[in-house]
């Protein structure tokens, strides 16, 4: 089993749709969790930490389920340059590195 | 500089030449890695230097790679008798502290090997 699983997608939206991802993590220990975006050659950028309780920036939600093991984000009103792909975050088995998930590819619409 | 940098941006070489990419981290950040990622994948792991602790090489796809941080700053990647399928993005990344502020990565090396 991977260590971070996303589904790769692509999820092809209207302008102005909500739409989320999920990705599941197989460490039950991890404590340090991302969501990155990566635009197409470019490299990886950070988007947002994700905190137990949940955060939100602007249009972006992140949420953390320890229970299910399992990281969300969640994009609001979306926007053409929303389209990339985004990677999700976990620290590793052996807590000393982070473990990136394949990512997931959106395309946003006209 | 305020960011990761990497050089060069691009690399163009014949097979079975040796070439080195360089990464020079953020100030201050203690950890380094190196990555690879090919047209449409994933990110593949390749090494890890943690302040002066030994480096975590287990993603290296073969003793053609080798990797050197030198002063707990600068970092060569070194690949010899280059083959093409090592052509691919080779992304560096330095990190304050390993695992709690996230990664910050440079804008990679292209390598074509033709």
């Known amino acids: 089993r991977k260590e971070v699983e996303q589904d790769p997608g692509p999820f092809n939206v209207p302008e102005g749709a909500t739409v989320a991802f999920n990705c599941t993590y197989s460490?039950?220990?991890?404590?340090?969790f991302f969501w990155y975006r990566q635009d197409c050659r470019k490299e990886p950028k950070l988007l947002m930490s994700v905190y137990s309780s949940g955060n939100e920036d602007g249009r972006f939600t992140a949420q953390l389920n320890r229970a299910s093991q399992y990281i969300s984000l969640l994009i609001r009103d979306s926007k053409l340059s929303d389209s990339a792909t985004y990677l999700c975050?976990?620290?590793?088995?052996?807590?000393?590195?982070?473990?990136f998930g394949g990512g997931t590819r959106l395309m946003v619409k006209p | 500089g305020a960011g990761v940098s990497q050089s060069p941006s691009n690399k163009v070489t014949e097979k079975g030449k040796d070439v080195e990419l360089r990464c020079d981290p953020i100030?201050?950040?203690?950890?380094l890695y190196w990555y690879r990622q090919s047209l449409g994948q994933g990110l593949e792991f390749l090494i890890y230097?943690?302040?002066?602790?030994?480096?975590?090489k287990s993603g290296l796809p073969s003793d053609r790679f080798s990797a050197e941080r030198t002063g707990g700053s600068v970092s060569t990647l070194t690949i010899q008798r280059t083959q093409q399928e090592d052509s691919a993005v080779y992304l560096c990344a330095s990190s304050l502290d390993g695992i709690n502020y996230g990664y910050t990565f440079g804008s990679g090396t292209r390598l074509t090997v033709v």
């Open positions: 100030s201050g950040h203690t950890a």
């Open positions: 460490n039950s220990a991890s404590q340090s």
């Open positions: 230097f943690q302040g002066n602790s030994a480096p975590d």
């Open positions: 975050v976990a620290n590793n088995n052996a807590g000393n590195m982070l473990t």
